[in-house]
């Protein structure tokens, strides 16, 4: 990688035989990295063309992105012939009380695990790194057997209320706030600003890159959320998008393979994370640099 | 006991001004309380006190009917563990089936997305190359998308007459059905040499209830279509994971080993390599405990199906509650699913703070301080 260009003590001859080389390498480079696009891109947009296509069409030629014809009639089944507007309403509602959720709960949390001086702090956060390590699949019949006792099966409330804390959250805020200088906010307690009017007023307003960080990463977990709507609802007309998507799957369609209306459906629950990942990729890309670190 | 802790918390701070403000200071333990106090009853409410339920669960043949913590339910002790282990019959033959399946899931998974991780990485860090972010994203961005929906592409893309065998015959072979084919991949390997009934060694007497026949299997055409989705989504994150790695490699280092006539494969192997060891190390074990986890693909693509060959523990435990309403077992299942992947955390844990204590003497160039507390 680290090929070095213009090397004085190098002769004519090497430095031309140098210059094929890079030459070389960054062709390979390329046809690489061209490739690789290709194999983790092409996938969705066979989806986008095959969502297009009518199903005899995608059936005889999977690999075309060309829908030969056009037409909309999948989407137009996924609309009138299935529950999908609401799965859509479901998953949109689920989404914004969770992400609101989660990012004032574990804000507040972070940040009297970060500075607020309390007996058991320690002990909490040593609590929380061993929550993070929690396996959530272990916990689809735990959380079925709460939910159930509590009399939340089935309801609104067994979808939202368990996700709305969760320790990761917790620990990016502690980390993020213990970056923050503590000048600031010993200035406001001096003059006299209540604990929770620091951390509100002054404190917050300057944690904005970790908020839209947890911000980002609630609303893609809670979007993409599928073990925990499998164990905590059972009614049709609970199902969020991927429950629903996975319902679409296993058979409710009825007859014939219908992958254009699926691969359509799967696309539109696809479309808002795609953008959110376009708009905001850098939180996202800072977000798994920081998994590196918590381990 | 309060006050002492305090106090020892603050020394241990070791922030000399903070001790003279104890005036302000002094409701912080009500305040600190009070802003935990949502986490920690969701936390307790919806994670810590199911899991001691499920432990109870697990130890009873509760059917799902009515309460599991009335003195009707039948309390069997430890025999929902017994007979995933000890006892010839069917909950034993599906679990150690399950099992099998994902070892060679693990055995396939974690190196195919590590070192297509790292290659991805080592691209992507070329200096020389333009459009690398655009290409960085494109490699990252399955990692983001719902395991649902993408699985609904695979689907598709692994369907009889799907992408994936229209692929394949342009190149003349004719694709298998990929969802209906439980034959293992080892035995279609045996199959070709000519060995394609089990040897009478093997025909029998394998441990825990299979045959050697049985466990020598390998993954199933139908789970080699899984274990390719997860690789296909999972390298994203890893890769990123890798670009930090590389980030730490000094450039004069790489420099210094050009100059003393090091070839590209030389550096990678004795420069490269042993300066992302930790990363590397990071990335096989965040994969093993991730691997152990698969249950949205089975879910979606096989429901285990064909012939079990795509059960996995977790779907299994699953199914074994919710389906055959049989929660005791599949409490079970789920805590011996569970102390695996404790094992393997606690291991991974281990390493990484044996690695931030060594961190000082040989991470010199290492631009992130580790703040573990």
Do not use: C
């Amino acid at each position: 990688m680290a090929v070095l260009t213009d090397r004085p003590a190098a002769a004519p001859a090497r430095r031309q035989q140098h210059a094929a080389r890079t030459l070389a390498t960054r062709f390979l480079g390329y046809a690489t990295l061209v490739f690789f696009g290709l194999v983790f891109l092409y996938p969705f947009v066979i989806q986008i063309g095959n969502a297009l296509k009518t199903e005899p069409d995608a059936a005889a030629n999977p690999l075309s992105p060309f829908p030969d014809p056009l037409t909309l009639a999948g989407f137009e089944r996924i609309f009138a012939g299935t529950n999908f507007p609401l799965w859509l309403g479901n998953s949109l509602l689920v989404t914004v009380l969770v992400t609101i959720g989660r990012v004032f709960f574990d804000s507040l949390a972070g940040y009297a695990l970060a500075r607020l001086r309390f007996a058991g702090r320690g002990g909490l956060f040593a609590a929380v790194i061993a929550v993070m390590a929690v396996p959530g699949v272990v916990l689809l019949i735990p959380k079925f057997l709460v939910l159930n006792q509590l009399g939340l099966y089935n309801s609104y409330a067994g979808l939202v209320v368990p996700l709305l804390a969760d320790a990761a959250g917790v620990f990016i805020m502690k980390q993020f706030f213990e970056s923050i200088p503590v000048s600031v906010e010993e200035a406001a307690r001096i003059d006299g600003a209540s604990i929770f009017r620091t951390f509100w007023s002054v404190v917050l307003p300057m944690a904005k890159p970790a908020l839209i960080t947890l911000t980002i990463l609630s609303f893609q977990g809670s979007w993409n959320e599928f073990p925990h709507s499998l164990v905590s609802v059972q009614d049709p007309d609970l199902f969020t998008l991927p429950r629903g998507l996975a319902d679409l799957v296993s058979g409710s369609l009825g007859k014939g393979t219908q992958y254009p209306l699926k691969l359509g459906a799967a696309l539109l629950a696809t479309i808002p994370v795609a953008i959110i990942f376009v708009v905001f990729q850098r939180y996202f890309v800072r977000d798994a640099n920081d998994g590196s670190d918590k381990g | 006991m309060a006050t002492e802790t305090l106090t020892a918390a603050a020394t241990a701070g070791g922030v000399g001004p903070r001790r003279r403000s104890g005036g302000i200071r002094s409701n912080e333990n009500l305040a600190g309380w009070l802003f935990v106090a949502p986490v920690i009853v969701i936390l307790g409410l919806f994670l810590l006190l199911p899991i001691l339920m499920a432990l109870w669960v697990s130890l009873t043949d509760w059917n799902g009917q009515g309460s599991p913590f009335t003195g009707d339910v039948p309390f069997v002790g430890a025999h929902n563990y017994t007979q995933l282990f000890t006892e010839d019959g069917l909950a034993r033959r599906d679990f150690m089936t399950s099992i099998r399946n994902n070892i060679y899931y693990v055995a396939i998974v974690v190196p195919a997305q590590t070192v297509l991780a790292l290659g991805l990485a080592l691209v992507v860090n070329n200096r020389m190359l333009k459009g690398k972010s655009f290409f960085r994203s494109a490699f990252y961005f399955p990692s983001v998308t719902s395991s649902v929906a993408i699985s609904v592409v695979f689907l598709f893309l692994f369907a009889n007459s799907g992408a994936v065998n229209a692929l394949l015959g342009f190149l003349g072979i004719d694709g298998p059905e990929w969802f209906a084919d439980s034959r293992g991949v080892l035995h279609l390997l045996f199959g070709a040499v000519g060995v394609d009934s089990p040897p009478a060694a093997l025909a029998d007497g394998g441990p825990f209830g299979l045959t050697w026949w049985d466990w020598l299997a390998g993954p199933s055409v139908a789970m080699i279509s899984i274990i390719t989705l997860v690789v296909w989504t999972t390298s994203g994150t890893f890769m990123l994971m890798f670009l930090a790695g590389l980030q730490n490699v000094p450039v004069t280092l790489d420099e210094a080993s050009t100059l003393d006539g090091a070839s590209r494969w030389q550096r990678f192997r004795y420069v490269t390599v042993p300066m992302i060891r930790p990363t590397t190390f990071l990335v096989l074990t965040l994969g093993m405990i991730g691997s152990w986890q698969v249950f949205d693909q089975v879910y979606v693509m096989s429901q285990g199906d064909p012939a079990k060959t795509t059960l996995t523990p977790a779907y299994l435990s699953y199914r074994t509650a919710f389906r055959d309403f049989d929660y005791g077992s599949g409490a079970a299942i789920s805590f011996v699913l569970f102390l695996i992947i404790i094992v393997l955390t606690v291991i991974q844990r281990r390493a990484l703070a044996e690695r931030d204590t060594d961190r000082p003497r040989r991470g010199r160039w290492r631009r992130r301080v580790p703040e573990r507390s």
